[in-house]
């Protein structure tokens, strides 16, 4: 499978805690997204690499989130001190630079804070 | 004020009808647009990109109006399978490079 891959599906976790969610884009895509969604809505913007450079982050997200891709490849996205609010539905997604700007999506991480 | 702003819907209209969304842009130097598609519980998933000049795929049809900062899409002949939900999205470049969904518009498509 060439596509975007995203994982866990699914992470149930107990309010305080953290939880890290993994990425990894279509290989030869330099430009990755994270992007957060709740029921009714449409995908928010939380941040974006060029590469392993991270160009812009969202105000909307507090300095509990923090993401990473070190090698240009894959991206981990950390949530740490977890609320009930963050509930939703995580995504990733790639494009390539100098092309037709298609963005592709992975399946997302569905997470639940009880 | 949004920076992409749609109906939210629901569009409940029967099997065969033709059926309009508009979505509207609030940045002026947005430069590239698309229609997405959801399925409930799944990503979305790129129906189309919108050219200057419009442009049609089958059944489905954009158009860009750059001066009114709208974008629509025409689905002809619906069919059942086309229910979900069509996100509309906005690339804006001042600075980066970012795509920004609207809320999306629910269709139902009805027997």
Same mark, same amino acid.
């Given at each position: 499978d060439t596509g975007v891959s995203q994982d866990p599906r699914h992470k149930i976790t107990k309010r305080g805690q953290n939880v890290t969610f993994r990425c990894d884009p279509? +290989?030869?895509?330099n430009r990755l997204y994270w992007y957060r969604q709740t029921l009714g809505q449409g995908p928010e913007f939380l941040t974006y690499f060029q590469n392993e450079a991270q160009l812009e982050k969202s105000? $909307? $997200? +507090?300095?509990r989130f923090s993401a990473e891709r070190p090698k240009g490849s894959f991206s981990t996205l950390e949530i740490q001190r977890?609320?009930?609010?963050?509930s939703a539905m995580y995504l990733c997604a790639s494009s390539l630079r100098d092309s037709d700007e298609k963005l592709f999506f992975g399946s997302g991480t569905q997470l639940s804070v009880l | 004020r949004k920076e992409v702003e749609q109906d939210p819907g629901p569009f409940n209209v029967p099997e065969g009808a033709t059926v309009a969304f508009n979505c509207t842009y @609030?940045? @002026?130097?947005?430069q590239s647009f698309f229609w997405y598609r959801q399925d409930c519980r799944k990503e979305p998933k790129l129906l189309m990109s919108v050219y200057s000049s419009g442009n049609e795929d089958g059944r489905f049809t954009a158009q860009l109006n750059r001066a009114s900062q709208y974008i629509s899409l025409l689905i002809r #002949?619906?069919?059942?399978? #086309?229910s979900a939900t069509y996100l509309c999205v906005v690339i804006t470049t001042s600075g980066t490079y970012k795509y920004i969904f609207g809320t999306g518009t629910r269709l139902k498509v009805l027997a």
């Open positions: 279509i +290989s030869e895509h105000r $909307l $997200l +507090s300095d977890t609320e009930q609010g963050d | @609030s940045n @002026s130097a947005s #002949d619906s069919k059942l399978s #086309d």
